[in-house]
């Protein structure tokens, strides 16, 4: 851990903004411009291995080759750690009103559909991997870990499922390759939680949770939450579908008839 004024290569840390299981990422600013600010992300000591420092890289190099308002622009990469754009506002979860959280979805979607054009999947779409700035105008697509090419030589079974468990689209819990379809699916997944409170399927046991995915329609929502239209329930479901190919034909297509269905 870094302590605050501690020196980090050209960099002075102001805080520690969060924490993962394998990284922690701090505000700094350049020691030689004070004024210019961005986000440290350090892998910890016991996270220094081979597999980590690959999925660093990887977060970088795919997040370097994007051009897009609403994926975090990346600038340097060292031996375990790399710098990006500071985002003031945080996590998505602190949006407020309904609104906010309707055209967050919008702008990811937007993203993801820009990346998907790229023959890019970014494979791990969730809330925690999107910030908003302080006044909610923006929001932007975060971590590149796990994100995969839709080249030829990348088409093969997952030796393991890297996305986060509620999110996680059913044919990649079968160990299927992922597609577009894929962040679609963990799109739908962000959309239920940021409009209802929670995700789609909520089980206490990785086993119940990877069933339900797999084999379970998702709830009716509307019957739960009497503000919601019955519309709402069939939109989720199509971008819910176990097969890739009953979904949207883009993640935009998607958030779209949600937004209309809830103004």
């Not at 971590?143 to 090419?149: L, N, S």
């Not at 509307?222 to 919601?228: A, H």
């Not at 199509?238 to 269905?261: G, H, N």
Request: hydrophobic share 40%.
């Amino acid at each position: 851990m870094l302590s605050v004024g501690d020196r980090f290569d050209d960099y002075v840390v102001d805080e520690a903004i969060g924490r993962g299981g394998s990284a922690t990422v701090y505000r700094v600013h350049d020691a030689e411009s004070p004024a210019r600010v961005v986000a440290l992300k350090i892998l910890d000591e016991h996270a220094r291995d081979r597999a980590h420092v690959a999925r660093l890289r990887r977060e970088f190099e795919f997040a370097h080759r994007l051009d897009h308002p609403h994926i975090v622009t990346v600038y340097q990469r060292g031996p375990g750690w790399l710098t990006m754009e500071f985002i003031a506002g945080g996590g998505v979860q602190r949006l407020r009103t309904l609104p906010q959280r309707l055209t967050t979805l919008g702008q990811i979607a937007d993203a993801l559909d820009y990346v998907h054009n790229r023959a890019i999947v970014h494979c791990d779409v969730k809330p925690a991997n999107i910030l908003v700035e302080p006044d909610g105008a923006r929001a932007v697509l975060i971590d590149f870990g796990v994100a995969v090419e839709l080249t030829d030589d990348i088409c093969r079974r997952p030796t393991q499922v890297e996305a986060s468990l509620p999110y996680s689209a059913p044919e990649l819990l079968a160990g299927r390759a992922p597609s577009e379809a894929t962040d679609e699916y963990a799109l739908a997944c962000t959309a239920v939680e940021l409009i209802t409170g929670s995700p789609p399927f909520r089980d206490d046991s990785r086993v119940g949770l990877v069933e339900a995915h797999l084999h379970r329609p998702p709830p009716r929502f509307s019957r739960e939450i009497d503000w919601l239209p019955r519309a709402f329930d069939s939109i989720v479901a199509k971008a819910l579908a176990k097969t890739p190919a009953d979904r949207y034909q883009s993640c935009r297509e998607f958030i779209a008839l949600i937004v209309r269905a809830l103004q």
